[in-house]
């Protein structure tokens, strides 16, 4: 995916649980703490298993910090009548 977005001049961000510099080296992105990322990121998208430590992973940290300025989907969790 960031191979994809740096194709189209983005900068692109990422976080992981364990850091990864060769990765962010190879790639020329840039690693960030969750929360920055959700600040400072226009989208998201998410690569990771659904676990009890992922489930409602954005109501954890307060998705609102992004929504102002940013629209962001969660597949597979819609609020009802939708």
Do not use: W
């Not at 001049?9 to 703490?33: A, C, N, Q, T, W």
């Not at 298993?49 to 629209?71: A, G, H, Q, W």
């Amino acid at each position: 995916m960031a191979v994809r977005c740096k194709a189209f001049g983005m900068k692109v961000l990422y976080f992981k649980r364990k850091r990864d510099v060769e990765f962010e080296k190879s790639l020329e992105i840039m690693y960030v703490p969750f929360e920055i990322l959700l600040k400072e990121a226009d989208s998201i998208s998410l690569h990771l298993p659904l676990t009890d430590e992922t489930t409602n992973l954005f109501k954890r940290f307060n998705v609102r910090i992004y929504e102002e300025d940013s629209s962001a989907h969660q597949p597979g969790q819609r609020k009802s009548g939708e």
